[in-house]
């Protein structure tokens, strides 16, 4: 997936969330992502889960998608191959 450092995302609702979220992704890892959640965007009880980490959650790269500031969603970006010599 092409996603990168600082993109909005949208989140379906997962195992851990049963609301559905928007957010920053803060950092890339392999095969999940550092996301910011958007103020107001979980309910009271899943926002005590992540308080700690200053609303910050792990979430796999297969559940985010990537969307505009209106919360649209984007067509993936084509990844760039360089060729190797």
Excluded: W
């Amino acid at each position: 997936m092409a996603l990168h450092e600082n993109n909005r995302v949208f989140c379906k609702k997962t195992e851990l969330f049963s609301d559905s979220f928007y957010g920053t992704i803060t950092k890339i890892y392999e095969h999940a992502a550092l996301v910011k959640v958007e103020p107001n965007q979980l309910t009271k009880k899943e926002t005590d889960k992540i308080d700690s980490f200053g609303d910050l959650v792990v979430i796999r790269l297969s559940e985010l998608q990537l969307v505009d500031e209106a919360g649209n969603l984007l067509k993936e970006p084509a990844e760039e191959l360089e060729a190797a010599e």
